[in-house]
């Protein structure tokens, strides 16, 4: 065998996994109830992206009010994240407007539920590159599009974070399918880490009658020691730890910086690094 087919460095999740999955939802519905329950009952986790000015509304998609949204996610087992304050288009106001829609968003969310809150989908899928450009002097570190991958692949900009598919994408059972059976330890080259990622509005699984679409993937996808089940921000503060590793100029020593442990792979060995550790690969 070639041994450089092996000398490529590969992010490995949390325990050495190679594979990953999330889910996104949005506008904080009373459907949120019910997909919790079946998250939990499968172990895997989601964010959920709220407004802040929205909770006299029940009629829209049957928002919940203020008490129901804090109940439903104040124990912590899953993310809550931005999604405006009022689910206006973002790029369709004045850009201070927009400033203000998130800034209040975000005070509300972290204020009311006493955690950082960094991350957030776009309502109405609405950004422009002033958007963009304002995210980050918000501290808002990663935000999701409605744009359709149908792979498995890390963001390249988590300011734009495309989902694998939407619950109802044609594509997602056989997707879900190739995610639960095969690895990217399966592949010779291409042995990149795997995030499966999916999004939608809980509601809709009660307008169409369809929530067979989540029990299943979830019964197919939960419960399972080779996937890491993370939310949307604990795969960003991951991936982030991954990517501030320090190696040296033959990239045989890696230096983790970080304050939590990472995992990587070279030659067919995954390595463990913890915090402000150092460590040699093994040569063969
Ligand atoms: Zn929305």
């Known amino acids: 065998m070639f041994r450089q087919?092996?000398?490529?460095?590969?992010?490995?999740?949390?325990?050495?996994?190679?594979?990953?999955?999330?889910?996104?939802?949005?506008?904080?519905?009373?459907?949120?109830?019910?997909?919790?329950?079946?998250?939990?009952?499968?172990?895997?986790?989601?964010?959920?992206?709220?407004?802040?000015?929205?909770?006299?509304?029940?009629?829209?998609?049957?928002?919940?009010?203020e008490e129901e949204t804090y109940l439903t996610?104040?124990?912590?087992?899953?993310?809550?994240?931005?999604?405006?304050?009022?689910?206006?288009?973002?790029?369709?106001?004045?850009?201070?407007?927009?400033?203000?829609?998130?800034?209040?968003?975000?005070?509300?969310?972290?204020?009311?539920?006493?955690?950082?809150?960094?991350?957030?989908?776009?309502?109405?899928?609405?950004?422009?590159?002033?958007?963009?450009?304002?995210l980050p002097q918000l501290g808002i570190v990663y935000a999701r599009t409605t744009h359709a991958t149908h792979g498995f692949g890390m963001p390249e900009n988590f300011l734009e974070w495309n989902p694998t598919c939407h619950h109802t994408d044609p594509e997602l059972p056989a997707l879900a399918q190739k995610f639960a059976s095969d690895a990217p330890e399966n592949e010779l080259k291409n042995r990149e880490p795997w995030l499966m990622y999916i999004w939608g509005h809980s509601y809709e699984f009660d307008d169409d009658g369809n929530w067979r679409i989540i029990e299943d993937v979830c019964g197919l996808l939960g419960n399972r020691e080779d996937i890491w089940y993370a939310t949307n921000g604990e795969i960003y503060d991951y991936v982030s730890a991954y990517r501030s590793l320090v190696f040296s100029i033959d990239g045989e020593l890696a230096y983790n910086p970080s304050a939590?442990?990472?995992?990587?792979?070279?030659?067919?060995?995954?390595?463990?690094?913890?915090?402000?550790?150092?460590?040699?690969?093994?040569?063969?």
């Open 5 to 65: 087919m092996f000398e490529e460095k590969y992010m490995r999740f949390p325990g050495g996994r190679s594979k990953a999955l999330t889910f996104s939802y949005d506008d904080g519905v009373k459907a949120d109830v019910r997909l919790v329950e079946i998250f939990n009952k499968n172990g895997v986790k989601g964010t959920f992206n709220l407004n802040s000015l929205l909770f006299d509304c029940p009629s829209w998609h049957g928002r919940m009010d």
């Open 73 to 134: 996610f104040c124990n912590r087992q899953h993310e809550v994240a931005l999604h405006g304050a009022r689910h206006i288009f973002l790029n369709k106001v004045p850009l201070p407007e927009a400033v203000n829609e998130l800034v209040q968003n975000r005070l509300y969310l972290e204020n009311k539920f006493q955690r950082i809150v960094r991350g957030m989908a776009y309502a109405y899928n609405a950004y422009n590159g002033e958007i963009l450009n304002i």
């Open 260 to 284: 939590i442990p990472v995992w990587l792979e070279i030659r067919g060995k995954v390595y463990k690094i913890a915090p402000a550790q150092t460590i040699c690969f093994e040569k063969d």
